[in-house]
């Protein structure tokens, strides 16, 4: 290829991938309307409401969406699976998951016959939604409802915050029953002396353990290991091991002959939002950060009550306040608030932790952008180094919402109600080179 000619633009395929997949969604628009419209006219309230016997059996309702959705006549369903096309039970789950969205997740369905949220995002909230009460569904809907970018992550999260507000005494056994399948397991050595470990934890107990190998990896490295990451970590692993084995060696006290072995404790730092509602005592849920879930108060309990815990208390955190230092640096409290405030990396649909994530400065601090909250966004390497070695740019109108514009120009804003594309022209531009 001759090096001075400028590669094609592939904006024109980009462009007709974008518009067929508006054609499909709103195929699969009319197909829902069609199946909510077949859904009305085939609701059976019971025995009595039963359309027909045929062959001795009874065409009774079948319960295929969660509490408070209409049954539906078991013996039209099946007629209705075969017209789509679809198997037995992969047709009744689907359709199963549209009577879910119009009947129990209102805005959920608005949303999808809008054009705002694709079909098959609102199938994976309705696959996640069917086990809750009504009540505690309906509250999931009222969040959602303008949060078409949301992630998979974050809406496994609000419907376990869900059955925590809503049912919290179910929600406590299933952590109880759940927490009885907690192992540690070593498997046989293989022909190279190695071993696999498998093992269910809880999440405290797994931070914890994941932030002494990483710590201890680093150590390693500047050390002189040049061992990759991940067996640096292994080795690491090995080495707490060893530290715990050690224990035993200890040497009494020559002037008491006592035996004293003090190990690092677990360090728990809570950033507990406080609302309204935490005041009045009405909410049960408490937010870890350092796992971005919520968890029950009877967690948090076990997890202070646990043997040399120390527990962290910081001063209370406005997260819009404006703190600029003058150095490029940026200091670990400015980190704090940017991972306080926009969770992950704020490149469109990227969901790594932000405390996993480089600190970018959105106006570069050599043109006078500030080493200020205000100023800093948190993107992981990959995306750091897109926005900084490629065309891919974004402008921030107010801090935690970002506006990215992509090398042939599609827009999509990020902020805390997820990824959405931007078709309005009228928004503004990203700020120049």
């Given at each position: 290829?001759?090096?001075?000619?400028?590669?094609?633009?592939?904006?024109?395929?980009?462009?007709?991938?974008?518009?067929?997949?508006?054609?499909?969604?709103?195929?699969?628009?009319?197909?829902?309307?069609?199946?909510?419209?077949?859904?009305?006219?085939?609701?059976?309230?019971?025995?009595?409401?039963?359309?027909?016997?045929?062959?001795?059996?009874?065409?009774?309702?079948?319960?295929?969406?969660?509490?408070?959705?209409?049954?539906?006549?078991?013996?039209?369903?099946?007629?209705?699976?075969?017209?789509?096309?679809?198997?037995?039970?992969?047709?009744?789950?689907?359709?199963?998951r549209v009577i879910e969205c119009a009947w129990r997740l209102p805005n959920v369905y608005d949303a999808v016959v809008a054009?705002?949220?694709?079909?098959?995002?609102?199938?994976?909230?309705?696959?996640?939604?069917?086990?809750?009460?009504?009540?505690?569904?309906?509250?999931?809907?009222?969040?959602?409802?303008?949060?078409?970018?949301?992630?998979?992550?974050?809406?496994?999260?609000?419907?376990?915050?869900?059955?925590?507000?809503?049912?919290?005494?179910?929600?406590?056994?299933?952590?109880?029953?759940?927490?009885?399948?907690?192992?540690?397991?070593?498997?046989?050595?293989?022909?190279?002396?190695?071993?696999?470990?498998?093992?269910?934890?809880?999440?405290?107990?797994?931070?914890?353990?994941?932030?002494?190998?990483?710590?201890?990896?680093?150590?390693?490295?500047?050390?002189?290991?040049?061992?990759?990451?991940?067996?640096?970590?292994?080795?690491?692993?090995?080495?707490?091991?060893?530290?715990?084995?050690?224990?035993?060696?200890?040497?009494?006290?020559?002037?008491?002959?006592?035996?004293?072995?003090?190990?690092?404790?677990?360090?728990?730092?809570?950033?507990?939002?406080?609302?309204?509602?935490?005041?009045?005592?009405?909410?049960?849920?408490?937010?870890?950060?350092?796992?971005?879930?919520?968890?029950?108060?009877?967690?948090?309990?076990?997890?202070?009550?646990?043997?040399?815990?120390?527990?962290?208390?910081?001063?209370?955190?406005?997260?819009?306040?404006?703190?600029?230092?003058?150095?490029?640096?940026?200091?670990?409290?400015?980190?704090?608030?940017?991972?306080?405030?926009?969770?992950?990396?704020?490149?469109?649909?990227?969901?790594?932790?932000?405390?996993?994530?480089?600190?970018?400065?959105?106006?570069?601090?050599?043109?006078?952008?500030?080493?200020?909250?205000?100023?800093?966004?948190?993107?992981?390497?990959?995306?750091?180094?897109?926005?900084?070695?490629?065309?891919?740019?974004?402008?921030s109108p107010m801090p935690g919402s970002y506006v990215w514009t992509s090398p042939n120009g599609f827009r999509f804003r990020?902020?805390?109600?997820?990824?959405?594309?931007?078709?309005?022209?009228g928004d503004p531009s990203p700020p120049d080179e």
């Amino acid at each position: 290829m001759d090096l001075g000619t400028r590669p094609r633009s592939t904006a024109p395929v980009l462009s007709r991938l974008s518009a067929g997949i508006q054609v499909r969604n709103q195929l699969l628009v009319e197909e829902w309307a069609a199946i909510v419209e077949w859904a009305s006219d085939h609701i059976v309230t019971g025995p009595e409401g039963a359309a027909t016997i045929t062959e001795g059996y009874l065409d009774t309702g079948v319960p295929i969406a969660g509490a408070g959705a209409p049954l539906v006549s078991e013996f039209a369903l099946m007629e209705l699976v075969a017209v789509l096309g679809r198997t037995p039970d992969g047709g009744k789950a689907y359709v199963g998951r549209v009577i879910e969205c119009a009947w129990r997740l209102p805005n959920v369905y608005d949303a999808v016959v809008a054009g705002r949220l694709a079909p098959w995002r609102a199938e994976r909230i309705a696959d996640l939604t069917r086990g809750l009460s009504a009540e505690a569904a309906g509250f999931v809907d009222r969040q959602l409802w303008n949060a078409s970018g949301i992630g998979w992550a974050q809406l496994e999260r609000l419907v376990a915050e869900a059955m925590l507000r809503f049912d919290p005494d179910n929600a406590e056994t299933d952590r109880a029953k759940a927490a009885d399948h907690r192992h540690f397991d070593i498997g046989d050595v293989d022909e190279h002396g190695l071993v696999h470990l498998d093992g269910l934890m809880d999440a405290a107990d797994g931070h914890d353990l994941d932030q002494a190998v990483a710590r201890r990896a680093e150590v390693l490295g500047r050390l002189g290991d040049d061992s990759s990451l991940d067996v640096r970590r292994s080795k690491a692993a090995a080495e707490l091991a060893r530290q715990d084995l050690a224990l035993d060696l200890l040497v009494p006290d020559p002037a008491t002959g006592e035996v004293v072995a003090t190990v690092p404790g677990r360090k728990v730092v809570l950033n507990v939002h406080v609302t309204d509602t935490t005041l009045a005592g009405r909410n049960p849920v408490g937010r870890w950060e350092e796992g971005r879930s919520p968890v029950t108060t009877a967690q948090i309990r076990e997890w202070l009550r646990s043997k040399s815990t120390t527990i962290i208390v910081r001063p209370v955190i406005d997260l819009a306040d404006h703190l600029p230092v003058t150095a490029y640096e940026i200091p670990d409290r400015h980190k704090t608030r940017v991972a306080l405030r926009d969770h992950t990396c704020r490149f469109p649909h990227c969901t790594r932790p932000a405390t996993r994530c480089d600190i970018d400065h959105a106006k570069p601090h050599d043109r006078g952008g500030p080493t200020c909250p205000c100023n800093l966004v948190p993107l992981c390497r990959r995306h750091h180094r897109a926005k900084t070695h490629s065309t891919w740019r974004y402008e921030s109108p107010m801090p935690g919402s970002y506006v990215w514009t992509s090398p042939n120009g599609f827009r999509f804003r990020v902020d805390h109600r997820g990824t959405h594309p931007v078709h309005d022209t009228g928004d503004p531009s990203p700020p120049d080179e």
